[in-house]
């Protein structure tokens, strides 16, 4: 066991600091419900809960949604860096080519497999849906203008 000794703990920090990262961004949105409710208590309660569920069922909270899967990791983390080609490149992109020490990468690991994802799935949610916002507008002015071009006017 010991090709785990380096790489281990470090997996498991950068797998705490996802956990964490899912931790905050859930106590943002409760705050944020907290507040919206106080602002405005007329407001519909759907929002809220769709913020919710797409937290829910979102990449971060697959992998960082509880602390018992700071361990699988951690693990995942130290099995791959035992491949010589993901080392490499897990340490060009955490910069230790250039002396950055283990608490700044493991920032930076935690931001691309834990952020970074979630942020390109929330993108790709928001382009879909205005995608078919498009579509559904221009079906509907669309109609109006060739009811307009119909009538003369």
């Known amino acids: 066991y010991e090709f785990l000794w380096p790489s281990f703990p470090w997996g498991l920090y950068v797998g705490a600091l996802i956990w964490l990262s899912y931790m ?3 106590l943002a949105l409760n705050i944020n419900k907290k507040v919206d409710k106080v602002l ?3 407001k519909s309660d759907a929002r809220r809960r769709r913020d919710i569920r797409k937290l829910q069922s979102g990449w971060l909270n697959l992998i960082g949604g509880s602390y018992w899967k700071i361990i699988p990791v951690g693990l995942i983390i130290a099995i791959l860096l035992q491949v010589p080609f993901i080392y ?3 340490n060009i992109i955490t910069f230790q080519v250039l002396g950055l020490n283990w608490f700044f990468q493991g920032i930076l ?3 691309y497999i834990g952020l970074l994802p979630g942020a390109i799935e929330a993108y790709t949610r928001y382009r879909t849906r205005m995608r078919y916002y498009k579509k559904i507008m221009e079906a ?3 109609v109006r203008i060739a009811r307009g ?5």
């Open 88 to 90: 490499t490149f897990i």
């Open 40 to 42: 405005e208590p007329f």
């Open 149 to 153: 071009m119909a009538q003369g006017g």
């Open 109 to 111: 690991m935690a931001f």
């Open 24 to 26: 905050l961004m859930k």
């Open 140 to 142: 509907k002015y669309g």
